[in-house]
């Protein structure tokens, strides 16, 4: 039998473990032959369809979930057309709920899988072309031959520990710039929003056996490891093992990986300040900064207790800390979203990520959605539409808001400058978000230069003691000294001052030197030097003359 997976992501940055997971427990099965085709799902569906064909498999297997839904069921609908005769399996998130609509309305969907399915699918491999012992399947949902609905639950794998790792398959996809490392499964928290709330039992990897994992990782020169553990810090102890073993592959690996803020211990932050630079990327879920929200979305962890660790978190220079908060949590108003951006720059946040709520399949939340008074969009991404606490437009005004942090607060060169103007003006927001409304800006793609004139633009009309900031962000972004928030740069033959401050850098002679003015006598200000022999455009080195 030949198994054609069909490995479609959104990008070709991303890399399903689906593959790899399910194809290690059965690689030693010589009665399969295993295919594997991957696209995006920008790419031509006629041509991915052609080649599906040609390549005749028996079956097609693949992973669905909300952002590659639409673009997978066009695709497997016309194979089916041309090949009827080929089983088509799907697993994924998308199924964690009720599955028998789907299969009834998408009937060219043999089988689709609900949960963990190392175990459960090897196993109806084995009875794949005898429907009457379908029905001991952990897992399975399908139609049967007289069209009568069977739902076999949720698959776990409780001997998680025990699987043969994804790496050992020839199909774990090295390429990539950074692999996935699964070290839990399940969580202990309840998020009503999430596919994992109240997961349990949480099962973990030995850390004997992480390391294992992480040595073959390294040998395959992996720079970017994202570690799959939403209970990273649940378990102060174990929490510190793993950094202690992350130290082990320093400076070669940085990991990702996801914190709890409010169940930080006095321990773990003391561990957390001595690591190297470099080592960790942190996300930090908060997802509000309001408490009724959090209870309604049964979230465990008192707002008091997240709000200080996300502080420390981003306190520290030695790593990088972002935020997330979630639009369309219900009780959650448009203002208050506003006002935890405010504080979350305050606290210096790497990244603000603001996302839309997406009412997932086999959530609490979405069980609940009337109930809470949530209406939702019933197809992929499932993005909530409306609560009671905020309308249509305030969540559209919440999409632009997050436009606007990705493109100037979450963009390296802009974001000291905009994280000043967020905290220290109150009206910045707002303000600014209506103006790049009005221009027609939010939602179209800028670079980084783009981005900078329009800030320098907007501030000289609104905020005019802030133009010198943008124009050292603009200088030290590497931008061009030929454009308006240069205006003022002195850059021909420019010879040092007799005494400076001296902020980066060191000055030697061969430095092209610059000079940004601070009063109108020009006896006072900014010196960049850059370096005449490359092609960097970013100064470096950096002096102040002051009074």
Same mark, same amino acid.
């Given at each position: 039998?030949?198994?054609?997976?069909?490995?479609?992501?959104?990008?070709?940055?991303?890399?399903?473990?689906?593959?790899?997971?399910?194809?290690?427990?059965?690689?030693?099965?010589?009665?399969?032959?295993?295919?594997?085709?991957?696209?995006?799902?920008?790419?031509?569906?006629?041509?991915?369809?052609?080649?599906? %064909?040609?390549?005749?498999?028996?079956?097609?297997?693949?992973?669905?979930?909300?952002?590659?839904?639409?673009?997978?069921?066009?695709?497997?609908?016309?194979?089916?057309?041309?090949?009827?005769?080929?089983?088509?399996?799907?697993?994924?998130?998308?199924?964690?709920?009720?599955?028998?609509?789907? =299969?009834?309305?998408h009937n060219y969907i043999d089988v689709v899988f609900r949960g963990e399915g190392e175990e459960s699918f090897p196993k109806w491999?084995?009875?794949?072309?005898?429907?009457?012992?379908?029905?001991?399947? +952990?897992?399975?949902?399908?139609?049967?031959?007289?069209?009568?609905?069977?739902?076999?639950?949720?698959?776990?794998?409780?001997?998680?520990?025990?699987?043969?790792?994804?790496?050992?398959?020839?199909?774990?996809?090295?390429?990539?710039?950074?692999?996935?490392?699964?070290?839990?499964?399940?969580?202990?928290?309840?998020?009503?929003?999430?596919?994992?709330?109240?997961? /349990?039992?949480?099962?973990?990897?030995?850390?004997?056996?992480?390391?294992?994992?992480?040595?073959?990782?390294?040998?395959?020169?992996?720079?970017?490891? *994202?570690?799959?553990?939403?209970?990273?810090?649940?378990?102060?102890?174990?929490?510190?093992?793993?950094?202690?073993?992350?130290?082990?592959?320093?400076?070669?690996?940085?990991?990702?990986?996801?914190?709890?803020?409010?169940?930080?211990?006095?321990?773990?932050?003391?561990? =957390?300040?001595?690591?190297?630079?470099?080592?960790?990327?942190?996300?930090?879920?908060?997802?509000?900064?309001?408490?009724?929200?959090?209870?309604?979305?049964?979230?465990?962890?008192?707002?008091?207790?997240?709000?200080?660790?996300?502080?420390?978190?981003?306190?520290?220079?030695?790593?990088?800390?972002?935020?997330?908060?979630?639009?369309?949590?219900?009780?959650?108003?448009?203002?208050?979203?506003?006002?935890?951006?405010?504080?979350?720059?305050?606290?210096?946040?790497?990244?603000?990520?603001?996302?839309?709520?997406?009412?997932?399949?086999?959530?609490?939340?979405?069980? *609940?959605?009337?109930?809470?008074?949530?209406?939702?969009?019933?197809?992929?991404?499932?993005?909530?539409?409306?609560?009671?606490?905020?309308?249509?437009?305030?969540?559209?005004?919440?999409?632009?808001?997050?436009?606007?942090?990705?493109?100037?607060?979450?963009?390296?060169?802009?974001?000291?400058?905009?994280? *000043?103007?967020?905290?220290e003006k109150e009206d910045f927001l707002v303000n600014f978000l209506t103006?790049?409304?009005? +221009?027609?800006?939010?939602?179209?793609?800028?670079?980084?230069?783009?981005?900078? =004139?329009?800030? %320098?633009?907007?501030? /000289?009309?609104?905020?005019?003691?802030?133009?010198?900031?943008?124009?050292?962000?603009?200088?030290?972004?590497?931008?061009?000294?030929?454009?308006?928030?240069?205006?003022?740069?002195?850059?021909?033959?420019?010879?040092?001052?007799?005494?400076?401050?001296?902020?980066?850098?060191?000055?030697?002679?061969? =430095?092209?030197?610059?000079?940004?003015?601070?009063? +109108?006598?020009?006896?006072?200000?900014?010196?960049?030097?850059?370096?005449?022999?490359?092609?960097?455009?970013?100064?470096?080195?950096?002096?102040?003359?002051?009074?």
């Amino acid at each position: 039998m030949k198994i054609l997976w069909l490995d479609l992501n959104c990008s070709y940055a991303h890399s399903s473990l689906a593959l790899p997971a399910l194809h290690a427990q059965i690689m030693n099965d010589t009665s399969i032959e295993w295919d594997v085709l991957s696209a995006t799902i920008n790419e031509n569906v006629g041509m991915i369809v052609s080649d599906i %064909y040609n390549r005749c498999p028996d079956m097609i297997a693949a992973t669905n979930w909300l952002f590659t839904h639409e673009s997978l069921l066009h695709i497997l609908s016309r194979v089916k057309a041309l090949l009827p005769q080929c089983k088509i399996v799907l697993g994924g998130p998308e199924f964690l709920g009720p599955n028998e609509e789907f =299969l009834r309305h998408h009937n060219y969907i043999d089988v689709v899988f609900r949960g963990e399915g190392e175990e459960s699918f090897p196993k109806w491999l084995g009875c794949y072309n005898k429907v009457e012992n379908w029905n001991t399947i +952990k897992g399975l949902c399908y139609l049967d031959d007289k069209n009568v609905y069977h739902d076999n639950g949720l698959a776990k794998v409780l001997n998680f520990a025990d699987l043969i790792s994804p790496e050992k398959s020839p199909f774990f996809n090295w390429s990539k710039p950074f692999v996935q490392l699964e070290t839990t499964r399940g969580c202990f928290n309840t998020c009503a929003f999430c596919v994992s709330g109240g997961e /349990k039992p949480v099962r973990t990897l030995s850390i004997e056996k992480i390391r294992e994992r992480l040595t073959e990782i390294h040998q395959h020169g992996i720079k970017n490891v *994202r570690v799959l553990d939403r209970t990273f810090n649940y378990n102060a102890r174990r929490a510190k093992e793993l950094l202690n073993l992350f130290l082990d592959f320093s400076p070669d690996i940085c990991f990702h990986l996801e914190m709890h803020p409010a169940l930080l211990s006095e321990e773990l932050k003391q561990e =957390l300040s001595i690591l190297p630079k470099g080592l960790l990327h942190l996300e930090a879920g908060i997802q509000s900064l309001r408490e009724p929200v959090l209870i309604e979305s049964k979230r465990k962890g008192k707002l008091e207790a997240a709000l200080k660790g996300l502080q420390y978190l981003c306190s520290l220079d030695n790593m990088e800390t972002h935020a997330d908060l979630i639009a369309g949590l219900p009780l959650y108003r448009l203002s208050e979203i506003f006002e935890d951006v405010r504080t979350l720059a305050a606290y210096g946040a790497g990244e603000i990520q603001l996302e839309s709520l997406k009412l997932l399949p086999g959530t609490d939340m979405r069980n *609940r959605a009337n109930e809470l008074g949530i209406s939702f969009s019933p197809l992929p991404p499932y993005e909530v539409l409306a609560t009671r606490e905020i309308t249509p437009d305030e969540l559209q005004t919440a999409r632009r808001l997050s436009r606007l942090l990705d493109g100037f607060y979450n963009a390296k060169p802009w974001q000291e400058i905009t994280c *000043r103007l967020i905290v220290e003006k109150e009206d910045f927001l707002v303000n600014f978000l209506t103006y790049l409304t009005d +221009k027609d800006m939010i939602d179209q793609p800028m670079s980084m230069e783009k981005r900078g =004139l329009t800030l %320098y633009e907007f501030c /000289k009309m609104h905020y005019s003691d802030y133009l010198l900031e943008v124009t050292i962000a603009w200088i030290e972004g590497g931008m061009s000294l030929k454009k308006s928030p240069a205006e003022t740069v002195k850059t021909k033959r420019q010879t040092p001052p007799n005494a400076w401050i001296v902020l980066k850098g060191k000055y030697k002679e061969s =430095l092209r030197l610059c000079f940004l003015p601070t009063n +109108k006598e020009e006896t006072t200000g900014y010196w960049f030097g850059f370096e005449s022999e490359t092609q960097n455009n970013k100064p470096v080195f950096k002096a102040v003359v002051s009074a």
